[in-house]
């Protein structure tokens, strides 16, 4: 630990970069890992002879769980820092991965992963994503868009990894490999993570430390009780809420869609590929305009541009030319969401307590990821059409939408 501070503080590339590349490593691998099960979706259907609901559940409970252990994992890691944290992260990950492959009935996988994969990706994801915006302050929106590009680069990679692994070794076969993978990248860059560059040293950006700043504390801003008493938490929470299940639908539900209406399974399977890569360039298009219009009001617009692509989706035909539309329009706009959602919650919280707020801020995603699939696999149990679930989380987004954009300007408490 004290040869990686003294590296950090004597290199001649600003160590927040440093951090920047291994939270892209951290966040592309622990989000590639879960969403490339869509992937996996029918064998695991047809292994269990199980609905869409009962097999959504598994991704659902994951996500549910990954969720609300990021606020345990952003409070331990603002108490004992990030390494300890995410290197736990990155074990609890590979052993749900693992156990889940040798599982038996629906309900072990359901279990594996919403203790592994569900505990795990929480411990990885959010104190990671949460030390970016502590590193920076004239970079912040350049730097936390970049280290958040790894989802989409996860999101590209995984699934056709996934693909591959599946036609060789099954889908089990292939959840043992990316067990092995989880414990190689994500347990490798805990051992880059330091928690502020005041730990070095150093100021945000590689400046010096500021006179008024020394024997300061190395950050400002609200405490959890501060934030959670202000109508702004709520109001983003809710927001986060809608939109969240309408992001975790698309992940479970895109590639059964299109394999139902006859389109080829590869294409379809890179239809989650082309999110990814979509969402990078939202990453960067849609944090550069927050600088000019507010981080709210870009939230807003993304929520409704999301609402739009769903729109598309449920009204156009259902062949892969149609659905690459929906998954570059759809892709571009959340990517812009969850670059930007740091940075806001650095405005308007102050970064003292940053990760434990974003894992309180982020117990919203877990909800929404327990929602939208499942009730979206439930309509479709119901009625064999995906009609009424996409009419619905149309209207999720249009109200995330509306909430976001009446956010108050500053955290005032009720």
Known sequence: MYDIMISARNTRLFYGWYIVGAVFLL???????????????????HSFNASRAEVSLIFSGAEFVWFLSGFLGGYLADRFG??????GGALLMAAGLFLASQATTLAGIVLAYAIGVGIGGGFIYIPAISLVPRWFRRRRGLASGFAICGVGAGTFAFPILGKILLDRMGWDGAHVVFAGIAVAICGSMAFFLITSPATVGLGPDGDPVRQDEAGAPAVSGY?????????????????????????FTTYVHLIPYAIDHGNDRTGSVALLGVVGVASIAGRFLFGGLSDRIGGKRTISLMSFGM???????????PSLGFLYVYTVIFGAF???????????????????HLSTIIGALYTSWGVGALIGPTMTGYFFDVTQDYSTGFVTLIIFLCVASAISFFVRDHAESF
């Not at 990517?335 to 970064?351: D, H």
Request: proline share 4%.
């Open 223 to 247: 405490t959890l009780g501060e934030a959670i008493r202000s109508r702004a938490f709520w109001q983003f929470y809710v927001a986060c809420l809608l939109t969240s299940a309408v992001i």
């Open 334 to 352: 959340y990517g812009g969401y969850i670059s930007v959602l740091p940075v806001l919650a650095m405005i308007f919280f102050g970064g003292r």
């Open 27 to 45: 966040s592309g691998t622990a989000a590639g890992l879960i969403y490339a099960f869509s992937v996996f979706f029918e064998e695991i259907s």
């Open 307 to 317: 609402a739009a692509a769903v729109a598309w989706w449920l009204l156009s035909p």
């Open 82 to 87: 990030p390494r300890r944290v995410v290197l």
